[in-house]
């Protein structure tokens, strides 16, 4: 599997619109006009409703029909919210995966030693394991099957994610934190690489996601940490 950090397109969850709003875009997600908390919770719902599904069949072996049978709603209803299968797929996507470049961008500009933020970056991007499994296995394991301008859009987050990884790398070795050496691409991508993993085995293991993100970050400073520095490793 390729060590690409969960992202997505820029899509954010559709809204119910009434029929006579409705005007679907190229992405075949409903455009909508600002709705009140108990519609937004609703989409989420549906959202939450189709990660379920396609983590447990599959994006070839699901269908709208599986989605609106969990929801206890009828199929058509779903087309408030997208258009077709594909696009719910990238819908699932977007929303799993927007909240961590959110808050991947929160730690990098925070405060804290490079090496303090990368440990955040590091245990932000495994925390998702214990409440949003889902999204997790479904980026990670289906978005290959999206459309072309789909799965370009996703890509594009995925590479939005990894440059918020590398600049803090680059801010440690600038800051002699890091080794001088170190090359902030190839660093980006074994701990994507390394974390995106545990989506497989997490569960199989006797083992907390606290204690996961502890040694990943010591594993990461061990060997990226200049012997000179006097940066703290970051447990």
């Not at 060590?3 to 559709?14: F, G, M, V």
């Not at 500009?109 to 889902?134: C, F, Q, V, W």
């Not at 050496?181 to 085995?201: C, E, K, Q, Y």
Request: charged fraction near 25%; include cysteine; hydrophobic fraction near 40%.
């Amino acid at each position: 599997m390729k060590s690409r950090s969960l992202a997505s397109s820029k899509a954010s969850p559709r809204r119910i619109v009434s029929r006579r709003a409705v005007r679907r875009d190229t992405r075949g997600a409903v455009p909508t006009a600002p709705g009140g908390s108990r519609t937004r919770r609703r989409s989420a719902e549906i959202v939450d409703a189709a990660a379920r599904v396609f983590a447990e069949r599959g994006y070839h072996g699901a269908t709208t029909q599986d989605i609106a049978d969990v929801l206890g709603i009828r199929q058509a209803s779903l087309y408030y919210y997208f258009s077709s299968k594909e696009a719910a797929l990238e819908l699932v996507c977007t929303h799993g995966v927007e909240a961590f470049v959110a808050a991947g961008q929160a730690i990098a500009k925070g405060p804290g030693t490079a090496g303090e933020r990368l440990s955040g970056l590091i245990r932000a991007h495994i925390a998702p394991l214990l409440d949003r499994n889902d999204y997790v296995k479904v980026f990670l394991t289906q978005r290959q099957f999206l459309p072309t301008a789909s799965r370009r859009r996703v890509g594009q987050w995925s590479r939005n994610l990894e440059a918020i990884f590398q600049n803090v790398v680059r801010d440690g070795i600038a800051k002699r934190e890091f080794r001088a050496d170190a090359d902030p691409r190839l660093v980006t991508l074994a701990i994507l690489g390394m974390a995106n993993w545990v989506s497989h085995w997490y569960g199989a293991e006797k083992v907390s996601v606290e204690r996961i993100g502890n040694e990943f970050v010591a594993l990461t400073l061990s060997g990226l940490v200049a012997k000179h520095s006097s940066g703290k490793r970051t447990r």
